[in-house]
């Protein structure tokens, strides 16, 4: 047989159980305030996927929050994902749109044999709420799919890191309603020059 040959993965999928993240700044450990043990079995994490349940939305604000992955038993350096905004609607409104679930892909190996300990944090963000910025009134909940391979992945892909700017200035600005503020920026390594 000549040409590439398919590469054929098992995979295995967790959750950080939702959890209230508050209306204000503070860090929440995810799952419940637990760790999350992956099995001896897993040999990288392929991606996550963070969601986020607004409970009440609040005319003229919006549900917005930073999530960090890390793994303090294997010295993972953590991965920031900025969660897209649930917006409220300007005065009464029946619904909001969600933003589209979006898997961040890692490509992380875990190595070593034994389970492994996962932790996610969600801080949640000030979003610009009539003429100021403002934490949303009711506290949503956050959760994070993840998602493993069973197979190593050391010659396959290359890992990707997620990083923000500190969350003091992703969730302070200035401005009015009427105005628009540039925000923070993401930046994103494959592992390669380019």
Same mark, same amino acid.
């Given at each position: 047989?000549?040409?590439?040959?398919?590469?054929?993965?098992?995979?295995?999928?967790?959750?950080?159980?939702?959890?209230?993240?508050?209306?204000?700044?503070?860090?929440?450990?995810?799952?419940?305030?637990?760790?999350?043990?992956?099995?001896?079995?897993?040999?990288?994490?392929?991606?996550?996927?963070?969601?986020?349940?607004?409970?009440?939305?609040?005319?003229?604000?919006?549900?917005?929050?930073?999530?960090?992955?890390e793994?303090?038993?294997?010295s993972?350096?953590?991965?920031?994902?900025?969660?897209?905004?649930?917006?409220?609607?300007? !005065?009464?409104?029946?619904?909001? !749109?969600?933003?589209?679930?979006?898997?961040?892909?890692?490509f992380?190996?875990?190595?070593?044999?034994?389970?492994?300990?996962?932790?996610?944090?969600?801080?949640?963000?000030?979003?610009?709420?009539?003429?100021?910025?403002?934490?949303?009134?009711?506290?949503?909940l956050?959760?994070?799919?993840?998602?493993?391979?069973?197979?190593?992945?050391?010659?396959?892909?290359?890992?990707?890191?997620?990083?923000?700017?500190?969350?003091?200035?992703?969730?302070?600005?200035?401005?009015?309603?009427?105005?628009?503020?540039?925000?923070?920026?993401?930046?994103?390594?494959?592992?390669?020059?380019?």
């Amino acid at each position: 047989m000549s040409g590439l040959q398919p590469i054929t993965m098992a995979r295995s999928f967790d959750q950080f159980l939702s959890t209230s993240i508050g209306t204000s700044n503070a860090r929440t450990l995810l799952n419940g305030g637990n760790v999350l043990n992956t099995p001896d079995s897993i040999k990288a994490i392929l991606g996550a996927t963070p969601f986020i349940i607004p409970q009440t939305l609040t005319a003229a604000q919006a549900v917005a929050a930073l999530v960090e992955i890390e793994a303090p038993s294997i010295s993972l350096k953590p991965k920031q994902i900025l969660v897209g905004p649930v917006c409220g609607g300007l !005065s009464t409104f029946g619904a909001a !749109s969600h933003p589209l679930y979006k898997e961040f892909p890692f490509f992380t190996r875990l190595g070593g044999t034994g389970v492994k300990q996962l932790q996610a944090y969600a801080t949640s963000l000030q979003t610009n709420g009539s003429s100021t910025a403002v934490y949303n009134t009711s506290a949503p909940l956050l959760g994070v799919d993840i998602d493993y391979s069973l197979n190593d992945i050391k010659l396959v892909l290359l890992e990707r890191f997620y990083q923000t700017a500190p969350v003091a200035s992703i969730s302070t600005f200035t401005g009015t309603a009427a105005a628009t503020v540039a925000g923070p920026s993401i930046q994103i390594s494959t592992g390669k020059s380019s």
